[in-house]
């Protein structure tokens, strides 16, 4: 934060007078009363435009909300929608660097994290990585996790999961979990009942 | 559906897990968490438009948020100056935090146990406490906007304040009441040990100094609060995730940073307090007192520019008239544009004429109202150029790449996914947070924009754009689905044509006949125990031989000894039926499979053409996507011509303000050329007068000398003192 913005935070919780009053040493501005009540007349009208302004950013982001269930419904309907979410609990033992998901040994998705996203995850973020389709039927999931333990070094976890894609859509939560018994790091694989 | 699951590091066997499946009950997941938990991850980035997106996406998709996520909402809003949906979802909290823990006591009452109700207690002390920061947060925006009646309104909403939020609670009082005191204000509660906020006393402070102006006396107790406040060091608190969220405009800055913003600010506010003292004794005449003050003031400070003309009144006033000089030449120098630097111009030509000698008076005031008429002149340049241009945001930008940098966080979390990876929500580009600030290059603008209304004002202009910007991307959107829709409408055609020529062709009805016509031999062959019906090839050619040389020998007859013939024959018959026998079961259990295999197959197929069916009979799915997209299109062309209307009633009220700015400066400036003429004249008149005085004395006295050297002194009123 520069200067301008520490004089910004103070002014936010206190009034700014100190202007008025340094003027008033020689000069007595006549002119104050009258853009006092200029002031309150165009406040009211400001309110009226920020008032507006507020309303349509609102319908912008209804709109874009009805746009994305359109979207989803069109491209990925729930009879043959997959989702696949990263989620990390603690990351004490494993700070997480990519992750690498094959369906029925096909790559669908991977992903190197930043510090910024790692750090996401682990205050308790879910990541939605993957949103595909799949036609019913059987498959198997496979996961690699890339991360360093807590002594530097380059780890993997991985993990396996065998599931049927039916009629309604499939979320699966890959959860790389602490496991303090261990003191390691291990991938849990949890599918969301709808 | 769970068939097996596998956990490198972890045993367990498909055998354990379906035991488990089979005693465990099927729990739903909890959905609002983990939606909850999907808007976190964009938060936790630096991304709250990404966030506030996510959670209204979260909110179509689960028809209501729970009460943790509502708040999340509110708080996003709030940072996306969606201030009426946040105060509604604010003040409906009571009634919404009721219906939670009616529909937890009745999942108790359906589970038989307190786990519901337990953490629905858990979660509604927390979130009253969230309720508060949030409201305490939204006065502080409606105070910002200058909406007082709004802030008032706000803070009627809050019941009970803990410690730890009373000074917040406080200031925002003070503010919204100025300067008079709310009477409806909430007792401190006892536990308070923050009542020495800064925030509060300076505010207090300056009250008193209001009040002063009617009776003095008041100005004893300023000026004690303010010496208290200037020797306080004072240390911010720690933020929790939801102060961060509602409150806090630094977000998710380092604790480095987070040092440096406390220390800054402490800074600010004790030299705020030095300078508030400063000018209440040079309102009471003390000078000396006032340049004691500002003689230790910090070269650094963001107050900079009031104190260096207050500390140059005052020195002038005790008589340190190197020091005010100096002082007066360096505003001059440094905020050409300011008034404080225009009056100091004047007080310096002023200083100038009295201490050193009439004629360097005069070419000072010469030299000021130059100055002035420069000013006058830039000021007119600015006017004539901001009067001309059409796009306000283009005029005079100093900080393009600012201005720029909207586009780059539009995109960045997008871009963020590897190009392999099919999560592209367009929608997560939508950004109604804004994170742009205007700031331009012209001088005269710059000060224009200390008014909070005007910085308001082009505020939203800047909204307005990203608004835009945030609708083209969703027009592109709306195109982009259009294609899908043809595509969809094309693929439906195929199918309901394939579906129709399969219907002429009577392929299932023959399929399904063939099966029948199958599972009948079938069954009759295993009720028969026909096993040569599952003879393989060899076999078959084998039977089919034996057969032939039977039918041969029943021809020869009795023409010849055909016995032994006979003997091997029925030999080689016993052998093959044995070996039929011996495979019977197994051959006749394959071909029962081949049956099942069938079945299934032809099970599937009915199924796909079940679906092929419904799938033709889907063009209500179908208009319904192609209405909601006709309706999107509407109203996005309808948004961005309201946006452009808008943006248009802006402009006109930003130039409004700014020309009634420039006005105003130009009123300023006249009179400082008007003073600053009638101050030279006054100083040509007394050269005048001198002159004359000297002429005379030349003509009654030859000591011309004498009155050079008187000439030459400055009045004894303005003499330095050490």
């Known amino acids: 934060m520069n200067k301008f913005n520490s004089v910004k935070a103070v002014t936010t919780f206190v009034r700014v007078f100190i202007g008025a009053l340094l003027l008033a040493i020689s000069f007595t501005s006549i002119a104050e009363q009258s853009a006092t009540i200029n002031n309150e007349t165009n406040t009211a009208s400001d309110t009226e435009l920020a008032l507006q302004l507020e309303h349509l950013k609102s319908q912008v982001l209804q709109l874009n909300r009805e746009l994305f269930i359109l979207e989803e419904d069109l491209l990925f309907p729930a009879s043959t929608q997959i989702a696949i979410f990263i989620s990390v609990d603690t990351g004490q033992f494993f700070a997480i660097d990519s992750v690498e998901v094959k369906i029925d040994n096909k790559e669908v998705a991977g992903f190197l994290y930043t510090d910024r996203q790692r750090k996401a995850l682990e205050q308790g973020g879910i990541q939605k990585l993957y949103l595909g389709n799949l036609k019913v039927g059987e498959y198997q999931l496979t996961a690699i996790f890339t991360g360093i333990d807590p002594e530097g070094r380059t780890v993997k976890r991985a993990a396996s999961y065998d599931f049927e894609k039916d009629d309604d859509a499939q979320m699966i939560e890959l959860k790389v979990v602490d496991d303090t018994s261990t003191y390691r790091s291990k991938v849990v694989v949890e599918e969301w009942v709808l | 559906m769970c068939l097996t699951t596998t956990v490198y590091g972890e045993s367990s066997t498909e055998d354990e897990q379906d035991k488990n499946?089979?005693?465990?009950?099927?729990?739903?997941?909890?959905?609002?968490?983990?939606?909850?938990?999907?808007?976190?991850?964009?938060?936790?980035?630096?991304?709250?438009?990404?966030?506030?997106?996510?959670?209204?996406?979260?909110?179509?998709?689960?028809?209501?948020?729970?009460?943790?996520?509502?708040?999340?909402?509110?708080?996003?809003?709030?940072?996306?100056?969606?201030?009426q949906p946040a105060k509604e979802t604010l003040i409906n909290f009571e009634t919404f935090l009721e219906q939670e823990r009616i529909a937890a006591?009745?999942?108790?009452?359906?589970?038989?146990?307190?786990?519901?109700?337990?953490?629905?207690?858990?979660?509604?002390?927390?979130?009253?406490?969230?309720?508060?920061?949030?409201?305490?947060?939204?006065?502080?925006?409606?105070?910002?906007?200058?909406?007082?009646?709004?802030?008032?309104?706000?803070?009627?909403?809050?019941?009970?304040?803990?410690?730890?939020?009373?000074?917040?609670?406080?200031?925002?009082?003070?503010?919204?009441?100025?300067?008079?005191?709310?009477?409806?204000?909430?007792?401190?509660?006892?536990?308070?040990?923050?009542?020495?906020?800064?925030?509060?006393?300076?505010?207090?402070?300056?009250?008193?100094?209001?009040?002063?102006?009617?009776?003095?006396?008041?100005?004893?107790?300023?000026?004690?609060?303010?010496?208290?406040?200037?020797?306080?060091?004072?240390?911010?608190?720690?933020?929790?995730?939801?102060?961060?969220?509602?409150?806090?405009?630094?977000?998710?800055?380092?604790p480095a940073e987070k040092l440096q913003i406390a220390k800054l600010q402490s800074q600010a506010i004790q030299d705020y307090a030095k300078l508030l003292l400063a000018q209440i004794y040079i309102s009471q005449q003390q000078y000396d007192l006032a340049f004691v003050e500002l003689k230790t003031f910090p070269g650094e400070s963001p107050y900079q520019e009031s104190a260096l003309f207050l500390f140059a009144f005052a020195s002038q006033q005790v008589k340190q008239y190197t020091i005010s000089l100096n002082l007066l030449n360096l505003l001059i120098k440094d905020y050409p544009y300011s008034p404080l630097s225009w009056q100091s111009a004047e007080l310096m030509a002023a200083?100038?004429?009295?201490?050193?000698?009439?004629?360097?008076?005069?070419?000072?005031?010469?030299?000021?109202?130059?100055?002035?008429?420069?000013?006058?002149?830039?000021?007119?340049?600015?006017?004539?150029?901001?009067?001309?241009?059409?796009?306000?945001?283009?005029?005079?930008?100093?900080?393009?790449?600012?201005?720029?940098?909207?586009?780059?966080?539009?995109?960045?979390?997008?871009?963020?996914?590897?190009?392999?990876?099919?999560?592209?929500?367009?929608?997560?580009?939508?950004?109604?947070?804004?994170?742009?600030?205007?700031?331009?290059?012209?001088?005269?603008?710059?000060?224009?924009?200390?008014?909070?209304?005007?910085?308001?004002l082009y505020q939203s202009l800047i909204d307005i754009d990203q608004q835009t910007a945030n609708l083209q991307l969703l027009k592109d959107k709306t195109a982009w689905l259009a294609q899908i829709i043809t595509l969809n409408q094309q693929r439906k055609a195929k199918i309901v044509t394939s579906k129709k020529l399969r219907e002429e062709q009577g392929t299932f009805a023959l399929l399904n006949n063939e099966r029948d016509r199958?599972?009948?031999?079938?069954?009759?062959?295993?009720?028969?125990?026909?096993?040569?019906?599952?003879?393989?090839?060899?076999?078959?050619?084998?039977?089919?031989?034996?057969?032939?040389?039977?039918?041969?020998?029943?021809?020869?007859?009795?023409?010849?000894?055909?016995?032994?013939?006979?003997?091997?024959?029925?030999?080689?018959?016993?052998?093959?039926?044995?070996?039929?026998?011996?495979?019977?079961?197994?051959?006749?259990?394959?071909?029962?499979?081949?049956?099942?295999?069938?079945?299934?197959?032809?099970?599937?197929?009915?199924?796909?053409?079940?679906?092929?069916?419904?799938?033709?009979?889907?063009?209500d799915a179908i208009d319904l996507s192609i209405n909601k997209h006709n309706q999107s299109e509407t109203q996005l062309i309808s948004l961005l011509s309201q946006l452009a209307q808008l943006r248009e009633q802006i402009s006109i009220k930003i130039k409004a303000k700014v020309n009634a700015y420039i006005e105003e400066q130009n009123v300023t400036l006249a009179e400082h050329v008007l003073t600053t003429r009638q101050s030279m004249a006054n100083v040509l008149e007394r050269m005048a007068v001198a002159d004359k005085r000297l002429s005379s004395q030349l003509i009654t006295s030859p000591e011309k000398t004498s009155a050079e050297k008187d000439f030459s002194q400055p009045p004894s009123t303005m003499k330095e003192t050490d």
Do not use: C
Request: charge should be negative.
């Open chain 2, 351 to 456: 200083q100038v004429s009295e201490q050193q000698s009439l004629a360097q008076g005069v070419s000072a005031y010469q030299s000021v109202e130059s100055f002035f008429v420069q000013r006058q002149q830039d000021l007119s340049d600015f006017s004539r150029e901001f009067n001309q241009s059409h796009n306000l945001l283009t005029f005079s930008v100093s900080q393009l790449s600012n201005l720029q940098l909207s586009n780059e966080v539009l995109l960045e979390p997008a871009m963020q996914h590897p190009p392999n990876q099919e999560v592209i929500n367009i929608g997560d580009r939508v950004d109604v947070v804004n994170t742009v600030e205007y700031f331009p290059k012209s001088v005269w603008l710059q000060q224009a924009l200390a008014d909070v209304e005007l910085a308001n």
């Open chain 2, 105 to 254: 006591e009745k999942a108790n009452l359906e589970d038989d146990n307190d786990e519901h109700t337990e953490k629905h207690q858990k979660r509604a002390v927390k979130a009253k406490e969230l309720r508060l920061i949030a409201l305490l947060s939204l006065t502080d925006q409606y105070l910002a906007q200058g909406d007082i009646s709004q802030a008032k309104d706000t803070l009627t909403k809050i019941t009970t304040v803990p410690a730890v939020y009373y000074p917040e609670y406080y200031v925002l009082n003070q503010l919204a009441y100025w300067p008079e005191k709310n009477k409806n204000l909430l007792a401190k509660p006892e536990d308070s040990t923050n009542e020495n906020s800064p925030y509060i006393q300076l505010n207090e402070a300056l009250r008193l100094i209001e009040l002063a102006q009617a009776d003095a006396t008041h100005y004893d107790l300023a000026i004690s609060a303010l010496q208290q406040i200037k020797v306080t060091p004072w240390h911010e608190e720690e933020s929790s995730f939801w102060k961060t969220l509602f409150i806090d405009d630094a977000k998710l800055t380092s």
């Open chain 2, 21 to 83: 499946k089979q005693n465990k009950p099927v729990i739903k997941t909890d959905l609002q968490d983990k939606y909850y938990r999907q808007a976190l991850y964009y938060y936790f980035q630096g991304y709250p438009a990404q966030a506030l997106t996510q959670v209204e996406q979260s909110k179509a998709k689960l028809t209501q948020l729970d009460s943790r996520s509502a708040l999340f909402e509110a708080g996003l809003q709030l940072s996306a100056g969606l201030l």
């Open chain 2, 518 to 619: 199958l599972a009948a031999i079938h069954a009759q062959q295993l009720a028969n125990e026909d096993k040569a019906a599952f003879a393989n090839e060899v076999e078959r050619e084998w039977l089919s031989r034996i057969e032939n040389s039977y039918k041969a020998l029943n021809a020869i007859g009795s023409q010849k000894n055909t016995e032994e013939y006979k003997e091997r024959l029925a030999r080689v018959e016993g052998v093959l039926a044995w070996q039929l026998a011996q495979q019977f079961p197994q051959r006749s259990w394959a071909q029962t499979k081949q049956l099942q295999q069938l079945n299934k197959a032809i099970d599937e197929a009915t199924a796909k053409q079940k679906n092929i069916e419904r799938i033709s009979n889907t063009q």
